[in-house]
């Protein structure tokens, strides 16, 4: 399959809308927002430009973040352990095949374990083989751009290449993200509604 026929197969088992513009945006002229409860979801690309210019898929969900819960997951490789380095200690679930496979850093390691120890949400988390998943105070991964408005933050997950071709991987992530904004919910960790923002 083409990656076009890839997103479109994505959008239509997410019951989403695929959004095309005569502007190329980071390189591409297209972009999936599905609806998901209250939120949408958007599949799209954001390109980085520090230290070198590189085009990542990426997924988000913006929302209403009243306790500003933040942690990053990713895998635990030799940059998750040089933080550690750096007082970023990990925050363990007490899934030790989970634990040594991914680390875990965030404001509140209570509920971050509370939401990471999950096994379905651990489940969906290791079917990936690469992952930068995260809670972010700006539109995107660009820390000096796209800041969002008070109270609002964005849930994302983040991938190296250009467009994922995989259309179970982004059914997967998108079964990630839903099942993370919901356990957060539940925990009391996300305020009503879906914010109107950009993104």
């Not at 980071?26 to 230290?51: C, E, F, H």
């Not at 380095?85 to 209570?110: C, E, Q, V």
């Not at 992530?173 to 009503?192: C, P």
Request: one cysteine or more.
């Amino acid at each position: 399959m083409s990656i076009e026929e890839v997103w479109q197969a994505y959008s239509q088992s997410t019951k989403g809308e695929i959004i095309s513009s005569s502007i190329l945006r980071n390189g591409v002229d297209q972009r999936v927002i599905s609806p998901l409860g209250p939120w949408k979801v958007a599949l799209d690309t954001v390109t980085m430009y520090n230290p070198s210019v590189r085009t990542r898929t990426c997924m988000k969900l913006p929302f209403f973040n009243p306790t500003g819960l933040q942690f990053s997951l990713q895998q635990n490789d030799l940059a998750a352990k040089f933080k550690a380095l750096f007082g970023k200690k990990p925050i363990l679930t007490g899934t030790s095949a989970f634990d040594k496979k991914f680390a875990i850093t965030g404001s509140d390691p209570g509920k971050i374990r509370e939401i990471f120890s999950a096994p379905a949400i651990q489940e969906l988390v290791g079917r990936q083989p690469y992952i930068t998943f995260e809670i972010s105070r700006h539109q995107t991964p660009e820390e000096f751009t796209g800041k969002l408005p008070a109270g609002v933050s964005m849930l994302c997950y983040y991938e190296l290449s250009r467009k994922i071709k995989d259309v179970e991987r982004l059914k997967n992530l998108f079964e990630l993200l839903k099942s993370v904004i919901t356990r957060m919910q539940t925990l009391g960790l996300v305020g009503d509604g879906a914010p109107d923002v950009e993104f």
